[in-house]
């Protein structure tokens, strides 16, 4: 199964996650404009439109053959029927490469660490974003986002570092997540006395 869409999201301890609306706001428009610029690239209304302007002619083209304008008319409304009705059986579900969906914003990456553990993040592709890192090192990022001052790709470079780092100065033993999470908040902390940051609070 693929890594990334066996994740869901993830969850703190505690439960925290960020709360911004001037950001979540940003995501949802983002998310928006993405899915409405792939139904635009379908090309479903302009072949609507054609298909119109051909039924009218026909209807013309019928009505004045006939005399009647009543069986122009009802056989305009069938074909407009069973061509509705061709398009959306045929219609394929719109498509979005969700990994771009935040490009406007620099993409998942760039959103502050604690939107590692935000729904609306991994909507937008965070899912995608993070199929590459290991389950122990997304578990590990996940327990030092709140306090990282940095962005998500900034804790997840930490925590492999952090990893590597662990495995080099670990060789009697096999490194556990504990390793991995010793050296990682150690450095966490370090980064947020140099780079100070607000703590996000709470959703309550």
């Known amino acids: ?41 379908g090309g479903g209304s302009p072949v609507l439109v054609a298909g119109g302007l051909v039924l009218a002619v026909l209807g013309l083209i019928v009505g004045a053959g006939t005399g ?17 009705g061709y398009v959306a059986v045929s219609q394929s579900p719109v498509r979005v490469n ?17 939107y590692l553990v935000h729904p609306k993040a991994w909507q937008a592709g ?32 930490l925590v492999m570092r952090a990893e590597k780092h662990a495995a080099q100065h670990g060789a009697d033993h096999e490194i556990t997540e504990h390793d991995v999470f010793r050296v990682a908040s150690r450095w966490t902390a370090e980064h947020a006395r140099n780079a100070p940051t607000m703590t996000l609070p709470a959703v309550r």
């Open 1 to 41: 199964m693929n890594q990334a869409s066996a994740r869901g999201v993830p969850m703190r301890d505690d439960r925290w996650r960020p709360q911004d609306e001037l950001l979540d706001s940003v995501m949802d428009k983002c998310v928006d404009d993405a899915y409405r610029g792939a139904a635009d690239d």
């Open 68 to 84: 009647n304008p009543l069986l122009a008319f009802g056989i305009v409304v069938g074909l407009a029927a069973a061509g509705l």
């Open 98 to 114: 969700r990994l771009s969906i935040l490009d406007p914003i620099g993409g998942p990456g760039n959103l502050p660490a604690g």
């Open 126 to 157: 965070m899912r995608e974003y993070v199929a590459v890192v290991t389950d122990r090192q997304l578990r590990v990022a996940v327990r030092l986002c709140r306090e990282h001052p940095g962005a998500v790709s900034d804790v997840i470079r």
